[in-house]
Nanobody
Framework: QVQLVESGGGFVQTGGSLRLSCAAS????????MGWFRQARGKEREFVAG????????DYLDSVQGRFTISRDDDKNTVFLQMNNLKPEDTAIYYC?????????????????WGQGMQVTGSS
């Protein structure tokens, strides 16, 4: 049974940092891209960042480019999202996901396993 467990969310003031983690179990994920999505209240879920199976080809939502960094540790079956200079508009529930493919896609139908989601709140 595939399971994704997210951690590291919480409340942070504007300009602060958080590091999200997503530990995967139940299969080998090293052959698949992984991604982070978020959903703010009243809005559709959106792609935030993705990383290829090899750890390259990072892709980011324009509004987080230069502030967020995605990385992975396949020895630990874990993907990370380092979030710096957080803004109130980053407030959302964040989800990690495992792609069906080796390269990341910004379309959520390209992912077949999802974490339960965790709240990130950036406040001024």
């Amino acid at each position: 049974q595939v399971q994704l467990v997210e951690s590291g969310g919480g409340f942070v003031q504007t300009g602060g940092s958080l590091r999200l983690s997503c530990a995967a179990s139940g299969r080998t994920f090293s052959m698949y891209a992984m991604g982070w999505f978020r959903q703010a209240r009243g809005k559709e879920r959106e792609f935030v960042a993705g990383i290829s199976d090899s750890g390259g080809s990072p892709d980011y939502l324009d509004s987080v480019q230069g502030r967020f960094t995605i990385s992975r540790d396949d020895d630990k079956n874990t993907v990370f999202l380092q979030m710096n200079n957080l803004k109130p508009e980053d407030t959302a529930i964040y989800y990690c996901a495992v792609s069906k493919y080796a390269l990341p896609t910004n379309r959520d139908e390209g992912y077949d396993y999802w974490g339960q989601g965790m709240q990130v709140t950036g406040s001024s």
